[in-house]
Each structure stands twice: as C-alpha cells, then as structure tokens.
C-alpha cells in the first residue's frame, strides 16, 4: 500500500501554496489523501461540494492523489484509512504556535501517527485562503495566487472582475 499521508484542511479555497505542498509531499509520500474536515472557528464561503470540486479541477493529472472529507475527528480518519502521517504546511512564525498545538493535540490522541510539516516555498509565504477572499471580495489581483478556476469561481461568487497582469505562477 505504501506511505499514506493526510493532507487536512479547510480548502475554502484551495491556492497555490497548498497545491506547491501536496506536489512536494508527493516525493515523500506514495499517496496523499487530500481531506476536507472541519475548522469550527472558520466561517466558510465554499460549500463542501464546491470545495471538493475546486480541489479535484485543480489536482486534475497528479497521481496517487485522492480527495476526501469527513466529519470528525482528523486522527480516527487517518487510521481508518491507514495513514501513517498528517502533512502540513508551515508558512511564517504566526503559524507556528497553532500548527504546534494541532499536531501535540493530533499526537496525544494518536500517536502512531506523525504530523511533518513542509516549509511552504517563499512565493507562497504570504498566500492564504483568508487574505485572498479578502482580496478578491473587492476585485484585488490574486491571479497568480490560485488555479485558474478558483479566480474564476471568486469573480462569481463576489460577483467582480479580477483584472490580473495575466501572470501564472505554476506550482507544479
Ligand atoms: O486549513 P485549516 O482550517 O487550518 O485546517 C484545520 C483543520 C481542518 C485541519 C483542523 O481544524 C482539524 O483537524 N479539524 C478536524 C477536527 C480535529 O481533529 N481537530 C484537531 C484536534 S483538536
């Protein structure tokens, strides 16, 4: 079966920072289990469905990738499916205290499972799901900071043009 990670999150959307994780810990995991779970101090502008559907138009051609959700907790997920690890993305020093707190949560409660954390590569520092709704709410440009069909999909549901530089960084 190999190395099965669960990469967890919110996804509400999904950027380019989390596409750049899943790619790298793809050289270190034989599959990756992409899963939507809840984050109760999150308020959500995606429903499920439309998160997942973002995510599988995004993930479109990478292998031994799979999306899932679930509604619980992380780690019973994680075993059931038989990962042995949690992956997770580092961005700056202000993550660092929840990440922390998360994964000795995760730990006591499982702890034959591991979190490892990749450092998120430096053009997607600033990138999170919550600054780009936040941007894209008013028309700012974060074309180069999701998949296409993400900025797409913000421009409807805040119902503005984003008018970027036509500048895509790709992840992969
Ligand atoms: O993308 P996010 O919002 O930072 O991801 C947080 C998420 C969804 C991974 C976290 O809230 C989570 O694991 N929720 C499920 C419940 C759980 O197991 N919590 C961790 C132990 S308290």
Known sequence: MGKIAIYPGSFDPVTNGHLDIITRG???????????????????????EERIDLLSQSLEGIENVEIAS???????????RGATAILRGMRAVSDFEYEFQMAL??????????????MTGLRWIFTSSSIIKEAA????????????????????????????????????
């Open 137 to 172: 709410k008013f028309g700012g440009d974060i074309e180069s900071m999701v998949p296409h069909v993400v900025k797409e999909r913000l421009e409807q549901k805040f119902n503005v043009r984003i008018n970027g530089n036509g500048a895509v960084d790709d992840p992969r």
């Open 70 to 80: 679930y509604h619980g907790l992380l780690v019973d997920y994680a075993k059931q």
């Open 105 to 118: 949560m995760n730990r006591k409660l499982e702890r034959e499972i591991q979190t490892v954390f990749l």
């Open 26 to 48: 793809l050289t270190i995991f034989d599959r990756i289990i992409v899963t939507i779970l809840e984050n109760p101090s999150k308020t959500l502008l995606f429903s499920l």
